[in-house]
């Protein structure tokens, strides 16, 4: 893995939980996607990617998240993101047009990882 992103993967009742802090840019997207795809399991029903940690996101990121969308859509997986309001990325993908495609939230709800808390 890159030394600008680190991806940490955890099972938290039935909800596989990926948290990515650091950079996610052209140089490393395809590496951090490449990750999240080995590390999550076909049988997985909701997949959250965390990016509360993320500090910086370039048009390679916005679409390593559309592409992971489409490819756990045809696994019949669900993905939601979570995105603090207050994050550096959040206007990004709100220009981007991310929620319209991935659930956004803006917190986990840690005790109950079942699904996202938050609204968008």
């Known amino acids: 893995m890159s030394d600008l992103a680190r991806v940490q993967v955890e099972e938290a009742g039935g909800t596989w939980i990926i948290r990515i802090s650091g950079e996610i840019d ?3 997207a395809r590496e951090v996607l490449a990750t999240i795809q080995a ?3 076909h049988g997985a029903q909701a997949i959250v990617v965390d990016l ?3 500090t910086y996101l370039d048009s390679s990121g916005v679409h390593l998240l559309v592409v992971l969308a489409d490819r756990l859509r045809t696994r019949r997986q669900e993905l939601s993101l979570v ?3 207050e994050a550096p990325i ?3 993908l709100e220009v981007a047009g991310v929620p319209k495609l ?4 803006d917190r986990l709800d840690v005790e109950r990882a079942e699904r996202p808390g938050g609204g968008s």
């Open 102 to 105: 991935i659930p956004m939230h």
């Open 83 to 85: 995105v603090p309001p």
């Open 26 to 28: 052209i140089s490393n």
């Open 39 to 41: 590390a999550v399991p």
């Open 52 to 54: 509360e940690e993320t």
């Open 90 to 92: 959040r206007a990004l």
